[in-house]
């Protein structure tokens, strides 16, 4: 079967259709250019052909590239894989031309033939390129439909001409939210911003109108006309030079350098603006060859899509029959509780939601009530939505009203004898086939399993604050949890719309194993007298979105203290973090709780915007005379994370090394660019981080002894994915 195929009307209007076949959504393949480009050359060659028409046979037009492509065009691209990439990227530039010049006199601009897109509904990344390519581009008025180039949300840009005809058509200050924040649109205000040209009920009966129609100056791109300007001026001239000015420092503001297809955009947009517009064209192909050579962008495409879209359709699902969700019963209606139940009844599942006390039950749902609000504002949900999703939330206190659930989920206090006293009562009332699932942060899942009169039904499902934002649930089996219900977890959190880490049952299972020590180092090095705004500065400059002393403060500080004394209790003379405690715990005292009180690692003001760092933190712990190097700090703080997720997975708490490398990304934030700490690792060199953490650990102690899985790699000159796919393969 084929992607592109064409056929000719009586008047002569060539419709070219993409329908990927195996697919729900067109993928753009290598293959598929080669068709595209034969079914254009065709039709453009065929004297009785009037006009073109590109279209889909699916309700959307296209979902961009196959990633999975992209991410292999590298190993694909021979022993010069940089003049490959780019050798193939001008033969993809040189397609989309085609199209653009539709045969014209290039010195005279007449003679060639009109050629119009029409999206039917969504169009991304490639989807929308090859639109930008043709003369006038006809949407249908699907409100669902999303238009776009979210290229950079995966460590990419538009590198298939897509960068540089939006900045010739729009200017490069328009263009920025589009390119740089991947934005998305609506039809309608994809046409109200330019970047269509037609919103229409009949989409194919207007573009056909329009191709019978057109003469030689309406298929003249502005960039190809003589005396074009650059809207909103080019670098040089004043408007624009502002314009370039301020895109820099906002670039390198919000990526703090690390994100290398940002900054590559941007040469790309400000040398290219400078020449004419084939040779901005090879000027955006060799950036773009740029950022597929740096293994940022293979980390962040094989970690953001691949095994993301792998993990949410079930690459670790157990054998079991379909375990969809129908009724879930939330137990407690704190903020936990309350956004459990909104996800759930948002994606259609009903939901009882039960607390003590009325009015908690009562608070839990209006919690939903405020979401959906904020929805209706931005128009994003209508009123019907509202009542639909209110609907589904039965609050109350009576446990009776679980009968007929087929999921619970328990959110009530952090404490093992409240958690038991509800696993036993709700149990009683809900029917053998119920799978019970505990909604916690730190307390294993084993033994909470021992009040379940049916422990194989009894499994972790740690969901993150604020739920409805986060992405990640992390799924813990303990010892006894069977096939079942780890396939109803999954399923669940398939049905939400979240993505799924399973884990086995060990201490802090995955996230907080991973996340406790970053938070903790960076404490240690305040109590050392490292200076504050180094700690947070040299975080942020490796890509994380808090500080750990910001991350402490919103997680909040009497939260951390409780963590410490539980985790002391069960360790004994074997817990390794006092000198953590005695700064924690002084906070604590003093009544600097974080964020949430106004006060703590930051000060801040009566509506919690952060002010700065507390004041006094430099009396009470003396900055050294003498500070680290900022790498020394990167890699503490790096390394911290990193070898708990190493030891996660040598001790058989993490099974799937993508599950590391998503859910740290996802989970809290773990340098979106390096696709996650194993990816980290294989981009860094397994013999790289041995050295590294031996001088950590003589220096700083044993909490940076290198684990025998590395060494192992680093001898035998292994990478974590080379050795899983090896695995795989054999």
Known sequence: ????????????????????????????SLEGWDELDTCVTEALADDSVTGIIITSGKDTFAGGMDLNVIAKMKAMSGDDPAAGLMEGLMRSHGILRKIERAGMDPKTLKGGKPIACVLPGTALGIGFEIPLACHRIFAADNPKAKIGLPEIMVGIFPGMGGTTRLVRKMGAMAASPFLLEGKLSDPKKAKAAGLVDEVSDDPMADARAWVLSAT??????????????????????????????????MVNGKTQGVYPAAKALLSAVYEGALVPFDTALKIEARWFTHVLMNPSSEAMIRSLFINKEALEKGANRPEAPDQKVQKVGVLGAGMMGAGIAYVSANAGIEVVLIDREQTAADKGKAYSEGILDKGMKRKKVTEEKKAEVLGRITATTDLQALQGCDLIVEAVFEDVGVKAEMTKAVEAIVGEDCIFATNTSTLPITELAKASARPEQFIGIHFF?????????????????????????LD??????????????????????CIIPYINEGIRMVAEGVNPTLIENAAKLLGFPLGPLQLVDETSIDLGVKIAKATKAAMGDAYPDGAVDEVLFAFADAGRLGRKNGAGFYDYDDKGKRQGLWGELGSRYPQADTQPDLHEVQNRLMFAQVLEAVRALEEGVLEDIREGD???????????????????????????????????????????????????????????YGRAAAAQAA
């Open 492 to 513: 669940f959190v398939r049905q939400i719309r979240k993505t799924p880490i399973v884990v086995n049952d060990a201490r802090f299972f995955y996230a907080n194993r």
């Open 662 to 720: 998503v859910g740290a990304i996802l989970g809290w934030g773990f340098a979106p660019w390096s696709g996650g700490p194993f990816s980290w690792l294989d981009m860094v060199g397994a013999d790289w981080a041995v050295e590294c953490t031996e001088a950590l650990s003589e220096r700083h102690g044993d909490r940076f002894a290198t684990p025998q899985l590395l060494r192992d790699l680093a001898a035998a000159g292994e990478t974590f």
């Open 1 to 28: 079967m084929t992607d592109f195929t064409w056929e000719k009307d009586a008047e002569g209007v060539a419709t070219i259709t993409w329908d990927v076949t195996a697919k729900s959504m067109n993928v753009l």
């Open 465 to 489: 604050s604020p739920v409805d934002k986060m992405l990640l649930v992390e799924i813990i089996k303990g010892n006894t949890t069977g096939d079942r219900a780890t396939a109803k977890a």
């Open 216 to 249: 030689d100056k309406d298929i003249v791109k502005p960039w190809d006309a003589k005396g074009y300007k650059m809207p909103g001026g080019a670098p040089y001239h004043p408007a624009g030079f502002m314009t370039f000015v301020g895109a820099s420092a």
